[in-house]
């Protein structure tokens, strides 16, 4: 396990092998994101595990894959196999809701060579950066390789895979939990589709237990944004074909009735995001969204969150799909520190 900004995992092979690398390598990270869940859902580890294991049948139906994966995580972290799925499902399981976020992909005549960019700012709890890694997975089952920031001994979140599939998202409240899939595995499982429309069908087919909203693009220039509910989902198109900017309130018609503005900075976030897009449009390049996903607009609730409620941009990232390359940012979008990697 190498250090760069955050831990760098490795790893290899079959399904099995993939989790139990990925385990053997992070193993204190793993025990230290499960503490981390007790402490943030103030629940007791056998109750978590219980409530995790409830989801494990549509995980299956969903991968049988990802299912072996968590086995082999499980063996590998010398964890219970009811600890490794519950890492899969840590909000479900607790029953939930955080995160803030400005996500974005753009591409077309908004970006200075044409090809897409995607990314967000992650904002959660800071105690999330102590228990973060960047799980870099190479299957040798015909899945794709895949570059994934996540939390040890979760196996899907945001990242891109080696077709330029990238996907990020927003957290949206004003939902009730109801039971369905959980939204760790279905990341996971985006990052093996070839396309935008092959994460859209993907969405479509597994419904999920609570609500969320994601930014898409791929290799061949496409972008997307798609509101989730129980109910379905809600394909969103921006005021420009070229544009998709999302925080954490509803914008699709079948979903907009929903919103109570319960996260107030979340319209606020949205029209600076679009201003500054707008002013930069036809030149925007990787150093242009560095530069707005550090913007203090709003303070401390900005595009950079600086700790209202509780949350931090702990991390950022910007895909280069057309490249196959994604820049990663630890701490603030003002003071953090990118690198870049190929998937």
């Excluded at 968590?70 to 219970?80: E, F, K, P």
């Excluded at 379905?232 to 979903?255: M, V």
């Amino acid at each position: 396990m190498t250090e760069h900004t955050f831990p760098l995992v490795e790893v290899s092979g079959g399904a099995y092998q993939l989790g139990y690398e990925h385990g053997a390598q992070a193993a204190d990270l793993v025990e230290k994101y499960l503490l981390w869940i007790e402490r943030l859902t103030r629940k007791p580890r056998n109750l978590l595990c219980r409530n995790a294991m409830a989801f494990l049948p549509m995980m299956e139906q969903l991968s049988p894959a990802f299912v072996e994966e968590v086995r082999g995580l499980a063996d590998g972290a010398d964890i219970s196999f009811e600890e490794a799925v519950l890492c899969q499902a840590r909000a479900e399981a607790g029953n939930i809701h955080d995160g803030g976020c400005t996500a974005f992909a753009l591409t077309g005549s908004a970006t200075a060579d044409g090809f897409p960019l995607a990314g967000q700012n992650q904002d959660l709890q800071a105690e999330f950066a102590d228990v973060a890694i960047l799980l870099h997975v190479k299957p040798t089952d015909g899945r794709p390789r895949a570059l994934i920031f996540t939390f040890a001994g979760q196996l899907g979140y945001a990242g891109m895979n080696q077709y330029g599939v990238a996907h990020f998202a927003n957290a949206l409240y004003d939902c009730q939990w109801r039971f369905g899939l959980p939204h760790y595995p279905l990341k996971r499982v985006m990052l093996e589709q070839p396309s935008v429309e092959g994460c859209i069908q993907l969405l479509k087919k597994h419904r999920t237990c609570s609500a969320a909203n994601v930014v898409i693009c791929d290799g061949e220039g496409k972008i997307g944004d798609i509101e989730v509910r129980p109910e379905g989902i809600a394909p969103f198109e921006d005021e420009h074909s070229d544009c998709r900017l999302h925080t954490n309130h509803y914008l699709t018609a079948p979903f907009v009735d929903y919103e109570t503005h319960s996260l107030p900075d979340s319209c606020p976030r949205l029209d600076r995001i679009r201003d500054l897009v707008q002013e930069g449009w036809g030149e925007i390049t990787v150093e242009t969204m560095k530069h707005i996903l550090g913007d203090h607009h709003g303070d401390p609730s900005g595009i950079c969150r600086h700790g209202d409620r509780n949350m931090h941009s702990i991390s950022g990232y910007i895909a280069e799909p057309a490249k196959g390359v994604l820049h990663v940012r630890r701490g603030h979008g003002c003071l953090g520190t990118w690198q870049a990697y190929s998937v």
